[in-house]
């Protein structure tokens, strides 16, 4: 019966049965309520390290259990876990077949000549590593039977002490390392240690923290993993979708064209046939008033040759009177090179415009899809790698509060005592903000500078639809702008009108930086390096432009978008 019992543990993977937090098999096992079992003392120490958020959760299934779970011993378990260690040793008789030890194994330290067999087991009391055959001892003998043994692992010799040959069994804390005991009134002498069951015990507790922690960013890493085959499979999906109507688009134009062209053929071929026609028409009328005139001609000249008076006199009056066909009109005779020239030119300068629209369009369109990623790129970190993403910068006309003047370039913005004539126009700001926006609508990764001379003024992007004739169309003060204002103070970030202090010096250079996609804008302080003032976190429904606005009342103040381009 006994022989039965053993050949069905043998049957058994002893891996199915092996706690997932310590990795060996189970010792007093417990099964908690999702199903999964643990040794208790792992399980426990688990549930200690989550005291204190009041849930617990598995390790494998991370269901969360509250309050804590009582945990009772699992009998039936608890029995083929016996069957199964029981099994184990007799698994290591003589009749078990018996592997050769490879370069990497153990190999036994009792097998004689050339080719030994692998060794299973080291036995920590006879510092010797043995094969199943000559391990049999160890179980029949009571005397060997308290020997502790271990899985040959590794070999002995990377066990024992290489200065007194002796097994290490003792950790030293002060040097962190395994050492024998005498070391411990040796070198070691005056070092806190402890034995190396003590010290494993104690970093058992560690591995369950840390494993816990691997777990979880496990679980978060697969997440991610997801999640970017998610977006991958849709980001494929979309270009398949913008490939296709791309083609739609351009060979709809391109039929267009082709219509047109075809069009411009029949308007020509139909007006050469009408032409044609006309002077065909005219050619023949031509043509038999000509012969008419010969004739006349012919017959003029025999009469002026006749020197029979009578005759000369009555056929004079008859040949006298005209023979040109009255409905006839006088023949003005056009060159078509010169029309077909200005047809052919108006041609041309369709031509023209298309390519310069599609030249003034393709780097939209190119730059459009180079903002398209699955994985978004780093963020830049030195200066160099922000210059990369500069984007040149003019400051709109159509929207400077009418006490500001523009430099020349329209870059650099004046704050003047006087008022400035503008022509009237909806965008202008028209309160007493003196502010005002670039004429370039941004939605990619771009990065400008700003530098400014005066006690107050601000850097902002904002969308086109902020107001421009209230005190809510201030940089900041909706939920249409974002803005860091520099005054003598400091500086704040303001949205929505809420204030929120970034820094105590203010700066007199500041480089801004948006990532469209990223949904992050960022303000740092210029100087020999770049300080990171201020970074929001916000999700851009449409194009942002940046603006600059002044705050002092003295004339001389200014801000200007430095040409970094």
């Known amino acids: 019966m006994a022989e039965g019992t053993q050949e069905r543990g043998a049957d058994l993977d002893q891996n199915h049965f092996c706690c997932s937090v310590c990795l060996e098999l189970l010792k007093e096992p417990v099964t908690i309520q999702c199903g999964h079992s643990y040794c208790k003392s792992c399980i426990e120490s688990c549930w200690d390290q989550q005291e204190q958020k009041g849930t617990y959760s ?45 370069p990497a194994d ?11 067999n692998k060794a299973t087991v080291s036995c920590l009391t006879c510092l010797a590593s043995y094969c199943p055959a000559h391990l049999e001892p160890h179980y029949s003998f009571l005397v060997l039977k308290t020997h502790q043994l271990v899985s040959a692992t590794v070999p002995l010799q990377e066990k024992m002490c290489s200065k007194h040959n002796k097994l290490m069994e003792v950790y030293c804390q002060t040097d962190k390392m395994c050492i024998c005991y005498l070391c411990t009134i040796d070198e070691h002498r005056r070092h806190c240690s402890l034995s190396a069951a003590a010290e494993r015990a104690k970093e058992q507790k560690q591995l369950i923290v840390t494993q816990n922690t691997v777990m979880e960013r496990l679980q978060a890493r697969e ?40 069009l411009a053929t029949k308007l020509i071929e139909g007006q050469e046939k009408t032409a044609v026609a006309q002077a065909e028409a005219l050619q023949l009328q031509l043509e038999e008033e000509i012969s008419k005139l010969q004739r006349r001609h012919t017959d003029l000249q025999q009469l002026s040759h006749t020197d029979d008076h009578i005759h000369f006199i009555k056929t004079f009056q008859s040949l006298s009177t005209s023979c040109e066909s009255p409905d006839l009109p006088p023949v003005a005779v056009l060159r078509p090179q010169q029309s077909m020239k200005t047809v052919i030119g108006c041609v041309s300068e369709l031509r023209d415009n298309i390519e310069s629209l599609v030249g003034k369009t393709w780097p ?19 200066r160099e790698e922000f210059l990369r993403h500069c984007y040149p910068l003019t400051l709109d006309e159509n929207t400077v509060n009418i006490y500001l003047s523009l430099s020349e370039e329209y870059r650099r913005v004046t704050r003047g005592d006087y008022k400035n004539y503008y022509c009237a126009h909806g965008d202008r700001f028209t309160t007493n903000i003196k502010q005002v926006l670039c004429r370039q609508g941004l939605s990619g990764r771009c990065y400008w500078e ?24 201030e940089f900041g003060k909706n939920n249409l702008s974002w803005s860091l204002e520099c ?24 480089g801004v930086y ?4 990223a949904g992050t804008l960022s303000f740092y302080s210029i100087s020999d390096t770049m300080t990171l003032l201020h970074r929001e976190h916000t999700t851009f429904t449409e194009s942002l432009y940046p603006g600059i606005g002044l705050k002092d009342t003295r004339s001389g103040c200014y801000a200007e978008i430095m040409k970094i381009w």
């Open 58 to 102: 598995c390790p494998q299934c991370r269901e969360t259990f509250s309050p804590r779970p009582v945990v009772h011993r699992n009998n039936l378990l608890a029995e083929v876990v016996e069957v199964l260690k029981r099994a184990s040793s007799h698994q290591t008789s003589p009749s078990a077949p018996l592997a050769c030890a490879g």
């Open 106 to 116: 153990v190999a036994c330290d009792f097998c004689c000549g050339s080719s030994r």
């Open 223 to 262: 997440e991610e993993l997801d999640e970017l085959t998610e977006a991958l499979t849709d980001f494929k999906c979309c270009s398949q979708t913008a490939v296709a109507s791309c083609d739609e688009i351009f060979d709809g134009l391109i039929s267009f064209i082709k219509a047109k062209r075809t």
């Open 364 to 382: 939209r369109i190119a730059a459009e899809v180079s903002t398209i990623n699955v994985v978004l790129p780093p963020v830049p970190k030195t």
């Open 450 to 473: 700003v530098s400014a001379s005066g006690p107050g003024w601000s850097v902002a992007v904002s969308y086109k639809g902020i107001s421009r004739t209230s005190y809510e169309s």
């Open 487 to 510: 005054s003598s103070s400091g500086c704040t970030f303001q949205h929505k009108s809420q204030s929120k202090a970034v820094s105590e010096v203010k700066p007199s250079r500041v």
């Open 514 to 517: 948006l990532d469209y996609e």
